[in-house]
């Protein structure tokens, strides 16, 4: 809890004020039942009505402060916890902007988004609350019993056996509150993570027809947290019947022992009514805390979950020390026994991989589905780092280099291109931020996808719906690829890029890649993209089976072979230059 309430210490004087005008409402509020007692004793039962009048209008002018009070109150306390939110969610954001790819593999985007949202509004409530009602509730409580033994001491007695017990209870319902609101967080984090998966996967679901089941599997996950949910606040609901029970129980007291006070002239008909107003304040404010449990069984657990995401350790934090480089990268890039398995798992997904890519040369690398092409791809802008032998671009091993200004020589398509919200200018020029109007079409153009463009309404001004929606498999292709183009790379990665274009397309933009002073690599499951690589790499289980140029793995290599016929039949066997 300690590092996130570290965020409200530049609105301290806002607080102090917030707190000032509490006080001012409090007090007032604690001098009330004195002054009726006055009012009873002095001016009801002496029949002095000018008294009456007088200490009324005074009880009319602090109702009116205690009202002013309340207000500024609640002004600041909203400055306070929207602005405490605010810093928070910024460097939540910015925080999650440094972690590695790892990070990502055990802390899921959606406990990512329920942090960032459900988990600060949480903890903004809090701090609203702390600020206009938990901050008071003790205050009231001591102020009150301080007026009540200040009016008469001996009747008020019962308090002393009353508030240990109610302390007790209290503590008891702040353990049993903090576990079951940990637990009603944890299924928000469940609804959140099957409602997003659900949105997202919405056209293959309804293409599925698995509705059904899907809308089985939310049910079941909503039922949890509704479960849970009503567990927690049937629990908490056991301290309302509680609290009136020690309520009526001391106001019967003091009624009782007050009676016999007032008979032997001991006590005034006006001390008792205000003793007894004290102690329901006392009580009705005991039972705020309930409320305050909730609320900070809630927030604990939520500040657990978001320091847990700013205390990330360093380990998965990418670190971008590496050397700078000094120039445009060459674009030699060397393997060298090369394994690699994802964090947290058992099994190599790559093994031994050595081969070299000499610059400004073409590469393509083909394999069978789950082979661990994106894989070796991901290794190479170091997204991952391996996890046995070297990398070297340029000779240099690429984990002495600084990842962010790799990357900036690196233009990477993935395979599932991925597009923004925004304008397709927008979308592209996220390669090269300042790159001109005219390089924004050269790109477009070698990646076969300015005409396209230019047929649209708005052409490049045109809105790409959320992850590109409004547009073809292969569109969104064509502009990922103009997007890594325009970054003019050194090393270019086309992780099976061109497997939504047509033959003649396809041919058209590999044509135009030669433009590029860059090495290339292309990972394809068609022979008709590698057909023309200066060295194709044929990987197996993880396993670099093959290395070659077409022509000599044509006759070398019985899987290569296998591949090729079956895409072209038997009997038009064309040579390399033929068959493009
Ligand atoms: P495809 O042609 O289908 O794209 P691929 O050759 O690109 O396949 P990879 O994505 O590299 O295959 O996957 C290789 C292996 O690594 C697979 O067995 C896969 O299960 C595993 N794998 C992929 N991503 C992860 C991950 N984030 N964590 C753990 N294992 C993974
Ligand atoms: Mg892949």
């Keep these: 809890m300690m590092k996130s309430l570290t965020f409200l210490k530049p609105y301290r004087l806002t607080m102090g004020a917030a707190i000032f005008f509490l006080l001012v409402e409090l007090i007032v509020e604690l ?10 004793d002095k001016g009801i039962l002496n029949n002095d009505l000018s008294y009456v009048t007088k200490w009324g209008l005074v009880m009319l002018v602090l109702s009116v402060v205690a009202f002013i009070g309340g207000v500024l109150n609640t002004f600041y ?53 702390s600020l206009r009602i938990i901050l008071r509730a003790p205050l009231m409580v001591v102020g009150s019993v301080v007026m009540a033994l200040i009016l008469d001491w001996k009747l008020s007695f019962v308090l002393f056996f009353i508030l240990p017990l109610l302390f007790f209870f209290l503590n008891w319902m702040v353990q049993k509150g903090r ?24 056209k293959l679901i309804k293409a599925f027809v698995r509705n059904d089941f899907e809308d089985e599997r939310f049910q079941v996950i909503n039922n949890n947290l509704k479960r849970k949910t009503a567990t927690a606040l049937k629990t908490m609901e056991v301290t309302m019947p509680v609290l009136l029970l020690f309520m009526n129980a001391s106001i019967l007291v003091v009624l009782w022992y007050g009676n016999s006070k007032v008979h032997s002239n001991q006590s005034n008909i006006g001390e008792i009514v205000a003793i007894v107003n004290y102690i329901s304040r006392i009580t009705s404010t005991f039972s705020v805390f309930s409320f305050i449990i909730m609320a900070f069984s809630r927030a604990r ?21 590496g050397n700078k480089l000094r120039n445009r990268i060459e674009g030699k890039v060397q393997f060298h026994d090369v394994s690699f398995q994802y964090p947290n798992t058992e099994n190599d997904v790559l093994q031994d991989i050595s081969f070299v890519a000499y610059p400004k040369t073409s590469i393509a690398i083909l394999g069978s ?5 994106t894989s070796l791809f991901q290794l190479i802008p170091r997204l991952y780092d391996v996890s046995e032998g070297t990398i070297l671009i340029d000779d240099q091993d690429i984990r002495k280099m600084n990842s962010k200004e790799l990357r900036g020589q690196i233009g990477y398509v993935p395979q599932e291109a991925l597009l923004f919200t925004g304008t397709i200018k927008e979308n592209l020029l996220m390669g090269r931020e300042n790159a001109s109007d005219e390089d924004v079409y050269t790109a477009a153009k070698h990646a076969q996808i300015h005409e396209t463009i230019l047929s649209f309404p708005n052409g490049y001004e045109s809105k790409i719906g959320q992850k590109g929606v409004n547009l073809s498999g292969g569109q969104k292709q064509r502009l990922a690829i ?9 090393i270019l990665l086309l992780d099976d890029s061109t497997s939504a274009l047509d033959l003649k397309t396809e041919a058209k933009l590999i044509q135009s890649l030669k433009e590029y002073d860059c090495t290339i690599f292309i990972i394809t499951q068609k022979i008709s993209s590698a057909i023309n690589a200066d060295k194709i790499l044929i990987i197996d289980d993880g396993c670099l089976v093959e290395e070659g140029t077409h022509d000599s793995l044509l006759e070398s290599s019985k899987l290569y072979k296998a591949i090729y016929y079956s895409q072209y039949g038997r009997e038009e066997i064309p040579n390399a230059k033929g068959a493009n």
Excluded: C, W
Excluded at 186 to 202: A, F, K, Q, T
């Design 301 to 321: 657990a939520s500040s657990e979950r978001i320091e847990e995401v700013l205390t990330i350790e360093e380990d998965f934090i990418e670190k971008n020390e």
């Design 369 to 373: 589905t789950g082979a661990g092409k």
């Design 179 to 202: 576990e079951l609101f940990k637990r009603v967080q944890e299924n928000v984090d469940s609804v959140n993570s099957v409602l997003r998966e659900n949105l997202m996967g919405m």
């Design 482 to 490: 103009a997007r890594a183009l325009l970054r003019k790379p050194s």
């Design 77 to 129: 306390s909203t400055h306070v916890s929207q602005s405490f939110a605010f810093g928070l969610r910024k460097s939540l954001f910015e925080k999650v902007q440094t972690f590695s790819f790892t990070t990502f593999n055990f802390l899921p985007t959606s406990s990512l988004i329920t942090r960032l949202t459900n988990d600060v509004t949480q903890l903004q409530n809090t701090v609203f609350m």
């Design 31 to 40: 001098y009330q039942p004195y002054i009726l007692s006055k009012i009873i």
